[in-house]
């Protein structure tokens, strides 16, 4: 059997991205105030672990960092397929950036026991940093391929991936366990089925706090996040209306003249 | 205390359906409404997503998952396409005589093909002379040795054309007062579509004529007792009809407040958005108080479904509500849009015509009242 941990973040609802607003004090985003949803990119990174369930002996774990609140995307991995959802929530753990967020979940992986890969989304939508699955790596002591596009070959210890670059894509030969981050490109998420949430009723979240990975509270959430972030600020789209005057071919002109000068055409 | 929020699994269900919706079904509603045709490519999905299992037991291969989570998927589903919900909330209509009055074997020959969506269900009571008025219809039945020989003709059935397993009430030949419900199968000799018609919405929904020509129906196929069958067609019209039609208004309601209120934020007028506007807002609350309260009277009536209540009458007042605030969302969807709102590019143009298949559906609103009086002066 191969032993599978998708990392997945409960992320304000892109779909609702213009709800979201900063907190001016602790320059983090307030995601209470806008639904938490899977985080788009982890959605392909279950894909992924379920296309290999049903081609081999496979467990999957959810693993995730949140507040409780991020319990229901958990369950919808379970509800998606996976065998056991983990949701690591303390206060202690809030306010992590991506290296002790990466930490956390490390450390947690490594509790789980052995494991043959962890998948992760590239990147989340929100802090969109796509340092977390590096660092998991980092600290697992594990290879680690990022933006895999394809998974090529998937038998033995030894898996080949493409991971995508900016103008093609590297064909990479990776000895498990490895980490890997993957792109929307690597599968099609499938959707949640009426009786996988049912089967998720039996399934079960197991919850560990601070004292369960037995890790100090330094090296946690925002004291063990060496990132500072001194300023975030939204952005605003604003529209100006400007009515055209003349004759048809005038404001014809006028508008093209518009059109060049702002870069449309 | 009464807690009217929806657990984290009914919220699951919600999204699921919403994402088959936008998925499945969005892509495909231009085709319906160019074609008027039933998508194919749309029912065998909504076979593979389990919709047509939810209120079927478990031990007949459903989901079992009630009417508070069927009308979540309706109310979902008709979000982005009335058509298809409407489809589908019969299919469920044709079901549930099976389940609340068909023997064991009826209950194992036909349900779990039923629930893969591998056969479809229809139900057939209305006729050109009886419809809110069942006992009008002409449709008859006389034994023969163990079957039945039926004849007549039913007219707007929903499905007509699709279904394979169809309720169908008829008269006593004898005895004009005593009425049966029959299982017919499509194929069945002197049984057979007609004439299918063009309606003003839903397009891709389809609904015509059944012919029933001397057809010889095995006793078997009798559902529930012989002279009681009006019970049997009408329990499940009040409780499972009316709530469809609930979960059918619900969607479109939002789908007409969500149009609406993108468009009032986007549309400049004045220099400013219309959502800015006074007149235009009082629409936009309109449209969102009619649709809280809609939820409200129909979750309210699943609810008592759920439980096992007789849930008729609520469900006809909610019947009544939402599929007339559909209507009156719908208007104001329109006219919030201006002229765009006549273009066929624009969704609240379809959203109009839907609106108005929804209220003769399952009983008119004056039929919804005189449900509603009888039931408060019992």
């Known amino acids: ?265 | 205390m009464i807690d009217f929020t929806f657990t984290e699994e009914q919220e699951m269900f919600r999204k699921a359906a919403s994402e088959f919706a936008e998925t499945k079904v969005a892509p495909k509603v231009g085709e319906m409404e160019a074609t008027g045709e039933v998508c194919d490519e749309v029912v065998k999905a909504l076979g593979e997503a389990e919709m047509m299992a939810l209120t079927i037991p478990e031990e007949y291969g459903g989901l079992g998952l009630g009417y508070t989570v069927r009308l979540i998927a309706l109310e979902e589903i008709s979000k982005v396409s009335v058509a298809t919900a409407m489809m589908l909330q019969v299919f469920a209509l044709g079901i549930e005589p099976i389940i609340k009055f068909g023997t064991e074997e009826q209950k194992k020959k036909y349900l779990p093909a039923l629930a893969k969506g591998e056969r479809l269900a229809s139900t057939a009571v209305t006729e050109a002379t009886g419809g809110s008025d069942p006992t009008g219809i002409r449709t008859s039945y006389r034994k023969e040795g163990n079957d039945y020989i039926l004849n007549g003709r039913k007219c707007f059935i929903t499905n007509s054309h699709i279904a394979d397993t169809i309720t169908t009430l008829a008269k006593d030949n004898e005895n004009p007062k005593a009425f049966s419900t029959f299982i017919l199968e499509k194929g069945m000799e002197g049984f057979k579509p007609t004439r299918e018609e063009h309606k003003l919405g839903m397009r891709g929904c389809n609904t015509g004529e059944l012919a029933i020509d001397n057809c010889r129906v095995p006793g078997e196929n009798l559902l529930g007792e012989k002279g009681k069958g009006m019970r049997v067609a009408l329990s499940a019209i009040g409780d499972v009809g009316r709530g469809g039609m609930v979960g059918c208004a619900l969607g479109l309601q939002a789908a007409c407040l969500e149009a609406s209120v993108k468009f009032a934020n986007e549309r400049i007028l004045y220099g400013k958005p219309i959502s800015n506007l006074q007149t235009i807002q009082n629409k936009l609350a309109e449209m969102k108080i009619d649709l809280e309260a809609g939820r409200l009277l129909g979750y309210r009536a699943a609810a008592i479904q759920d439980k096992g209540g007789r849930s008729s009458n609520e469900f006809a007042a909610a019947k009544y509500f939402t599929t007339e605030a559909a209507q009156k969302a719908a208007k104001m969807a329109v006219d919030i849009h201006g002229g765009y709102g006549c273009m066929e590019e624009y969704a609240v143009s379809r959203y109009l015509r839907d609106s108005f298949v929804l209220g003769p559906s399952a009983g008119t609103s004056d039929i919804m009242k005189v449900i509603v009086a009888r039931w408060v002066l019992s």
């Open chain 1, 1 to 265: 059997m191969i032993n599978l941990v998708v990392c997945v973040k409960a992320v304000p609802d892109p779909q609702q991205a213009c709800n979201i607003r900063i907190d001016p004090v602790t320059k983090t985003l307030m995601r209470c105030e806008v639904p938490l949803v899977l985080n788009p990119l982890d959605k392909n990174a279950m894909e992924a672990a379920l296309e290999l369930k049903e081609q081999f002996d496979a467990h999957i774990t959810a693993l995730s960092m949140g507040p409780l609140d991020a319990e229901g995307i958990v369950r919808e991995c379970l509800a998606l397929g996976a065998d056991q959802g983990i949701l690591l929530s303390d206060r202690a753990f809030a306010g992590a950036d991506a290296y002790a967020t990466a930490y956390t979940l490390a450390t947690a992986i490594a509790k789980i026991g052995p494991v043959d890969v962890v998948f992760c989304g590239m990147a989340s939508s929100d802090g969109s940093t796509e340092w977390v699955g590096p660092e998991i790596a980092m600290f697992l002591g594990l290879p680690v391929v990022t933006m895999v596009e394809e998974i090529v070959e998937c038998r033995g210890p030894q898996w080949k991936v493409k991971a995508s670059l900016e103008h093609g894509y590297r064909l990479m030969q990776v000895q498990l366990p490895a980490v890997f981050t993957v792109t929307r490109e690597l599968n099609t998420p499938r959707a949640l089925v009426f009786s996988g949430i049912i089967k998720a009723r039996k399934k079960l979240i197991v919850r560990w706090e601070i004292d369960d990975l037995g890790v100090p509270a330094e090296a946690v959430g925002l004291k063990g996040s060496p990132t500072i972030v001194s300023k975030l600020t939204t952005t605003e789209s604003k529209r100006e209306v400007e009515i055209l005057t003349g004759t048809r071919e005038e404001k014809a002109a006028q508008l093209l003249r518009k059109m060049v000068d702002s870069g449309v055409v």
